[in-house]
């Protein structure tokens, strides 16, 4: 079947988030005073954090490698036992509804950010848009079709 131009859209999407958060996150795990990227530890002030290791591990794996690990499943559409088994949507493939998920995790990060840190900045609006496009073009019709399995057959 021939890809529909919004499934492409959605796999640079989550290339870019996961490209954005597997460095910064790593970053911060290698150096959780912030320093290598600049980030003044005084902005988890109001977190519960004491440095930035949990929010780099979060970044690093739930929007970095998790996105790695959706983006292979948009593209290769291979099958997963596992993946299927946690898969709340049994009629489309397992990487369609997990890049809902990618979305939603993007838009509920940039709102813990905001609650934990009290300071707005551009990139706070940028991955809030990422995230709604993509839970946007995830429901597109065109979209689901590429990722639809029928399962009553």
Known sequence: MKRAITTYILMFLILFQMISAIPT???MIIDPSG???????????YSPFSNFLIPGLFLFFVLGIFPLIVLYGLVRKN???????????????????????????????????????????????????????????????????????????
Request: charged share 15%; glycine share 4%.
């Open 25 to 27: 996150g790593w970053l």
């Open 35 to 45: 320093n290598k990227l600049g980030l003044p530890i005084e902005i988890l002030r």
């Open 79 to 153: 099958k997963s036992i596992v993946l299927e088994k946690i898969n709340l949507y049994k009629n489309y493939h397992w990487s369609w509804t997990f890049s809902y998920y990618v979305g939603v995790l993007i838009v509920l990060w940039i709102n813990m950010q905001l609650l934990f840190i009290k300071e707005f900045h551009i990139y706070h609006f940028i991955y809030s848009i990422l995230g709604i496009v993509i839970v946007f073009v995830v429901h597109l019709p065109s979209t689901k079709k590429n990722y639809y399995k029928n399962i009553d057959r």
